[in-house]
């Protein structure tokens, strides 16, 4: 069974232009969820998707969103990039209980904003 | 809200040696605790979780944590460690209904050396 597959992997950009980061989950899961990863402040929930529909959400700004489409694929889109968006976005996926916990994660993309 | 301690930032361990990784987390509801495990360059990867029952949990790589309600921790042991389990190490705490949302600590970084 495939697992979760993130693109890209690495990229970068610079100040006030935007990226879209796309995750492939498992087959079968119709749970997505997103996680911010940095050296300061750790891992963060961004939000979570279900069945296309956005279950959960973390406290970042409203320049990151994301969606689901029907086939479980998730994007999610930074506008504006700021240095310090900078980081590791992590995507997981679930079979999608609400008791969750066991997430398979993604290797990640790496974002570098210059 | 929830929130997790790791207690410990690094840990340096020669090989064969025990190890205990210290996590503590706070919530005001009952809640599921994980860890998970990051080698270099890769994702996350589950090592363990508690949903209820036994407190003793064994995971995976020999690998086993205890939750301890009264004390509110859940700490992850190893009675032998091989340089292979260097990696960082992240305790998650998730409440009932939660779904993909984890809120993770700030990780431990593990260092077996020979």
């Known amino acids: 069974k495939a697992g979760v597959t993130q693109t890209p992997r690495y990229l970068i950009k610079t100040r006030g232009q935007q990226v879209t980061l796309s995750c492939s989950p498992i087959?079968?899961?119709?749970?997505v969820s997103w996680y911010q990863q940095t050296p300061g402040q750790g891992l963060q929930f961004l939000f979570e998707y279900f069945s296309e529909t956005q279950r959960n959400k973390g406290n970042f700004p409203g320049r990151f969103s994301g969606r689901q489409f029907s086939n479980s694929r998730s994007e999610m889109n930074v506008s504006t990039l700021e240095l310090g968006d900078s980081a590791l976005y992590l995507c997981a996926s679930s079979p999608g209980g609400t008791v969750s916990g066991e997430l398979f994660f993604g290797e990640g993309s790496r974002l570098t904003v210059l | 809200a929830q929130s997790v301690t790791q207690l410990d930032s690094q840990v340096p361990v020669f090989e064969e040696a025990p190890v205990e990784l210290r996590c503590n987390y706070s919530?005001?509801?009952?809640?599921?605790l994980f860890w998970y495990v990051q080698y270099p360059n890769q994702g996350l990867q589950l090592l363990l979780k508690y949903l209820s029952g036994s407190t003793l949990v064994k995971g995976i790589n020999g690998f086993e944590a205890e939750f301890n309600k009264s004390q509110t921790s859940f700490h992850l042991r190893k009675p032998s460690v091989h340089i292979s389990d260097t990696a960082e190490y992240f305790c998650a705490v998730s409440a009932n209904n939660q779904g993909g949302k984890l809120i993770f600590g700030q990780g431990t970084e593990l260092s077996v050396k020979p």
């Open positions: 919530s005001s509801v009952s809640v599921y």
């Open positions: 087959s079968g899961h119709r749970s």
